[in-house]
């Protein structure tokens, strides 16, 4: 049986799609399926030292066996949501016009978003008479609705169209929670097809390790107590209130905030840093996935944020990361989120409510002097995941949906 991934990021792109995707795609193959990816050319959140390849429209590789085929996006600033917008649709469409010479697939399945890129998918299901399954992590448009990003009123009913119209004629749709789940079936998903398939973790490489590492070492920060914010720093992420917790607790000399990505809101922490002159903050590039695990294991906090605006019950992938390295985590997001109800039933951290700024302060220096908390919390986190987010037991599911389907 052949299957086709449709993502827009795939390694060496380090985001959350591309890692679980990439990992799907080794265990269908793995599992007999023949493989193959179409994706984009990679341009950005790349590793220090990974280089751009530019002037190129399309290409092909291959590796242990997979098929990878990239496209080239679109030089649209992505500070932009009208150009982001064209982005998805450009992707979209060159993905369509690609995959038809591509061969037959059985299966396709899907990362959304973007959006549209599900609609390729289930055209390209028309053609092969195939079945496609569209993995739903972040629920558009309700997402660029929610960060007013998207204002148009014909536009969001397009997109709403769009987005139903989807739902109705895919033959799975897979969430990451059951509140994403419940979330889609009231907006018009027939229940049956919508299935939960948490986003998990390869529990053997993500593990607690020593605090004491090297990547401590590496960045000069031996003895430091450790906050960190590891990933895309965009529109969805809320960054505002961390920097400003950074300069309320700046007479905590030995607390050192560490930022390590990029996107659209780095270079306004970066102006905040400099014009605040904050001694206690860090900038780091996006970290290797090697250079990523040993971050988290040399952190005393992980966080993890989400816009206040984002109502959608989204849960933000880097948080089974910081579970399975056993480390305590500080969210700080809507509460319509389901990493509140994660986070409260794993008691691995604490979940705070994006404005109050004395709660969340006084979480980190709870953290701070109570270090046997740190400990306890880490290892409930860790059970957490061990239970829920495991690799081989997650994948496990998209094998039995591709079998009933």
């Known amino acids: 049986m052949k299957v086709l991934l449709l993502v827009q990021d795939f390694p060496p792109v380090l985001n959350s799609a591309a890692r679980l995707f990439s990992e799907l795609a080794e265990d269908l193959q793995n599992q007999g399926y023949s493989v193959s990816v179409l994706t984009r050319i990679p341009e950005r959140y790349l590793a220090s030292g990974v280089k751009q390849r530019k002037g190129i429209f399309f290409n092909k590789e291959s590796k ?75 629920i558009y448009p309700q997402t660029v609705i929610d960060l007013r990003l998207l204002r148009n009123r014909f536009l969001i009913r397009l997109a709403e169209w769009m987005e139903l119209y989807i739902y109705k004629k895919v033959h799975a749709i897979i969430v990451h929670s059951e509140g994403n789940r419940n979330f889609l079936v009231k907006r018009g998903a027939p229940s049956q097809k919508v299935h939960v398939v948490e986003n998990w973790i390869d529990l053997d ?43 309320k607790l700046r007479n905590y000399s030995n607390i050192i905030f560490v930022f390590a990505g990029d996107g659209i809101a780095r270079p306004v922490i970066e102006r905040f840093v400099v014009e605040k002159k904050l001694t206690n ?28 605006n984002l109502k959608t019950p989204v849960v933000p992938g880097k948080l089974q990361c910081i ?45 701070y002097k109570e270090r046997n908390l740190a400990e306890n919390m880490g290892k409930k986190g860790r059970r957490y995941a061990e239970k829920h987010f495991d690799r081989r037991k997650c994948v496990q599911k998209y094998l039995a949906l591709l079998s009933n389907l």
Request: glycine share 6%; charged share 20%; with cysteine.
């Open 64 to 138: 242990n066996g997979i098929k990878i085929y990239r496209i080239k996006s679109l030089p649209a600033p992505k500070h932009i949501p009208l150009a982001r917008a064209l982005d998805h649709l450009w992707t979209s469409f060159s993905f369509l016009v690609s995959g038809i010479f591509l061969g037959k697939y059985d299966f396709i399945i899907v990362y959304s978003p973007p959006l549209p890129l599900a609609l390729s998918g289930y055209i390209f299901s028309k053609i092969w008479r195939g079945k496609v399954i569209v993995n739903v992590q972040d």
């Open 205 to 247: 490489i993500l593990k607690p390790g020593e605090k004491l590492n090297g990547w401590r070492k590496i960045n000069h920060l031996d003895n430091a107590f450790i906050v960190s914010f590891a990933g895309t720093m965009g529109f969805a992420q809320g960054l505002e209130e961390i920097i400003e917790i950074a300069e």
């Open 281 to 308: 903050v860090r900038l780091l590039s996006h970290q290797s996935p090697n250079l990523y695990k040993e971050m988290l294991q040399a952190s005393d906090i992980c966080l993890v944020t989400l816009n206040k």
């Open 323 to 367: 579970m399975a390295v056993g480390r305590p985590v500080i969210c700080i997001a809507n509460p319509a989120s389901d990493a509140k109800r994660i986070i409260e039933e794993a008691e691995c951290g604490f979940f705070i409510n994006p404005g109050d700024l004395d709660e969340l302060s006084e979480a980190i220096l709870k953290i």
